[in-house]
DNA sequence: CTTTGCATTATTTTT
DNA sequence: TAATGCAAAG
């Protein structure tokens, strides 16, 4: 068959020209369910097709999952067989693709020598990040009330990230609001960054903007590289992704050729950074912009849509669109209103067994909250009645205590002066290694023979790992790590909580086991990035027959035939910090919009009267949203007074 | 040094 | 509620 069929065949006339628009730069705003991540696939196969070579091509994606996604699709489309992780850099056979901070440790690997930056540094997550800045508010005797670690960390975050944006005045003015203190804490804090080889996730980008600013050889060799970028979700950058794209395309007259897609209404990350208004002036940046408005939407029905559409206007800071939909109207939303969030469980338990006795697959069906602590009450209904669900995020895996533990041994393995892995596991299991006996060793103090004694058991493992790291596959190294320190044992108590945890350390095996194939340093390496980079979301496995059931912010993207929104209380969602500010409120709003666009044919809302948080009861109004849906387009159900709460449905 | 038990406390979303 | 911190006992 001929591929160009494949390429362009099925697309709509908007979707084709964003796809055949290889030239300049070029803006496609794509609504809900309006076909972006086909536009992107498609258009990736079109270029290579047009003779483009793969390695000119940079796609980046918001999650790697999407990025995976993506890979598969090409590949699909150009026939190839779709890459498995460790392949992407093997293979030249296709474009680099992959989130921003996967960007960031791909360029820092191999140019970071040129600004002190070890080829081997470790990547520190945001927990680990944490525990560096409590330490050093201990060390220096603050009050941890005053200086609370998570805030800390926080502003430390933001200092960072405003120096890149360069105005003098504003960082000044930045600093003198805060005490003196979190300066000290924050150059101390960057000083045992850089000492220990290790970068946080803002410095992933932050080093390499500034890798790209100080050597303008190394930003010719990318840019030379790569003509064409695509960038995904760009309503959801934040100002130095912003600042990375555009070093990497090139000046704005150059024959660059850049494409962002996104849709303002679907930015929900302003929290954590990210500035729809970055796409609002795409135009502005680059002043032969084509714009490509995607309006049809191929997901929902009708009625979904029209609620989606009606929620949403209500937000003033937007882009009118108006997405339109050749599907039938279907059925109209069902709003629940429970007594209680056992109840509301409940209701979702009965409805799901409903569905699935009229053919319906699990896996088809979602439910989605605000918040993570918004699951109890679903899992407990679920496992209650017998319904397989599958969580996503929560208690994420690599934030597990145990796989933190094994990866800090891998990470210590990888890089000797990790002294925040160091710090983990130089006493878990436990080998007569206190607190005080830690530090006296990192201060490099001297130690009596018993002191030194202990500390050698680990020294030993240590060296070992070391060795190990040299010379073994990922999975082995894992394996010696837990047997030599003991931590098999130490997980395996003989209690059932034990042998989960033991669960979740075989299921670390397998995963470093796909990196195995790799030559050994390397192996390593590149499953401590993964592991460093990767979130839940992107290991949603559609194949098992579950109800999926997550955050709103972690159903971005997805899509299924019936979906249960949850919570609809003022105070939950919207969520009570946002209540007051405007702009929060906005996105509550966006969140909602996305929320409800993530179904197909059934949608559910649901609030409940009273919910138990934290161990409180709260009564909570029915949330605002439910009120900005037209009446004409939903079916009030009664609260259903039966109380099914115990009883198998 | 390690374990235990009590008290405190902080509660959004996550690459 | 659950996770953490702290003090006291082992």
């Known amino acids: ?22 030239n300049g730069p070029l803006l496609v705003i794509a609504g809900a369910g309006s076909g972006k991540t086909r536009v992107l696939t498609h258009r990736i196969a079109y270029l290579i097709s047009q ?9 980046v994606t918001f999650t790697n999952k999407a990025a995976g996604e993506m890979k598969e699709r090409v590949g699909n489309l150009l026939k190839t067989p779709p890459l498995s992780p460790y392949q ?9 693709m992959g989130t921003f901070h996967a960007l960031g440790v791909y360029l820092l690997r191999r140019d970071g020598h040129h600004i002190g930056i070890p080829r081997s540094f470790t990547i520190l997550d945001e927990d680990d990040t944490q525990s560096v800045i409590k330490r ?27 120096q890149s944006k360069n105005k003098e005045y504003e960082q000044e003015e930045e600093e003198l609001r805060y005490p003196k203190e979190i300066t000290n804490i924050y150059q101390q804090y960057e000083k045992e960054l850089q000492e220990t080889h290790a970068l946080d996730f803002d410095d992933l980008l932050l080093k390499t903007v500034g890798l790209l600013h100080a050597h303008p050889d190394v930003l010719a060799k990318w840019q030379a590289q790569w003509r064409y970028i695509l960038v995904d979700e760009y309503q959801d950058t934040n100002h130095i992704q912003y600042t990375l794209t555009k070093l990497l395309s090139g000046p704005a007259d150059s024959e660059h050729n850049i494409m962002v897609v996104g849709d303002v209404d679907q930015a929900i990350y302003s929290w954590r950074g990210a500035d729809f208004r970055n796409i609002l002036s795409f135009e502005r940046d680059w002043p032969q912009t084509k714009l490509i408005t995607l309006e049809q939407n191929y997901r929902s029905t009708g ?13 003033k800071e ?20 429970m007594e209680n969030e056992r109840e509301e469980a409940a209701f979702i338990a009965r409805e799901i067994t409903r569905l699935k006795r009229t053919g319906a697959k699990l896996r088809d069906m979602a439910v989605l909250y605000r918040t993570n602590a918004q699951s109890r009450a679903l899992e407990e209904s679920f496992l209650r009645n017998s319904i397989p669900y599958r969580l996503i995020g929560g208690v994420r895996f690599y934030e597990r205590k145990e796989i933190k533990d094994i990866l800090a041994y891998v990470r210590l393995a990888a890089n000797p002066r990790d002294r925040t892995s160091a710090r983990r596991v130089i006493n878990t299991p436990p080998r007569g290694i206190g607190a005080v006996l830690a530090e006296k060793y990192f201060a490099e103090k001297t130690l009596s023979p018993k002191e030194q004694a202990r500390l050698d058991t680990f020294l030993g493992i ?14 082995e190294l894992a394996h010696i790590a837990i047997i030599q320190s003991g931590y098999e044992t130490y997980l395996r108590d003989g209690t059932p909580e034990g042998e989960d945890r033991w669960a979740n350390a075989e299921e670390l095996f397998s995963v470093t086991s796909a990196y195995d194939a790799m030559d050994p340093p390397q192996g390593t390496d590149a499953f401590l990035e993964n592991a460093a980079l990767v979130s839940d979301a992107d290991s949603i496995d559609a194949s098992a027959d579950a109800v999926h059931i997550m955050t709103i912010h972690a159903a971005k993207g997805l899509e299924f035939e019936s979906v249960f929104a949850t919570g609809f209380e003022e105070g939950i969602f919207p969520h009570t910090l ?35 948080i934290y161990g409180e009861v709260q009564w909570n109004e029915p949330s605002r949203f439910l009120r900005e849906i037209p009446e004409h387009l939903v079916q009030l159900q009664q609260p259903i007074e039966t109380n099914y709460l115990e009883t198998e449905i």
């Open 1 to 22: 068959m001929n591929p160009m069929n494949d390429i362009l065949s099925n697309l709509n006339p908007a979707q084709r020209e964003a796809v055949t628009t290889i």
């Open 51 to 59: 003779g483009i070579q793969p390695d000119n091509i940079l796609a």
């Open 88 to 96: 992407r850099e093997a293979w030249g056979g296709m474009p680099w």
């Open 136 to 162: 050093i508010i201990k060390e220096r005797q603050l009050d941890p009330k005053q200086f609370q670690p998570a805030r800390v960390r926080h502003i430390i975050s933001a200092l960072k990230n405003n």
């Open 303 to 315: 009625i979904i849509l029209e609620a989606a559409n009606a929620v949403i206007q209500k937000n």
């Open 318 to 337: 937007r882009k009118e669109k108006n997405l339109w939909t050749e599907r039938a109207e279907g059925p109209l939303l069902e709003i629940n209103v």
């Open 462 to 475: 240590k060296k070992n790992l070391e060795t190990a790291y040299t010379t073994s596959a990922p999975s």
């Open 578 to 612: 946002s209540i007051h500010e405007p702009a929060q409120m906005e996105e509550e709003r966006r969140l909602c919009y996305v929320a409800l666009t993530r179904a197909r044919t059934r949608l559910y809302l649901s609030a409940a009267q009273t919910r138990a």
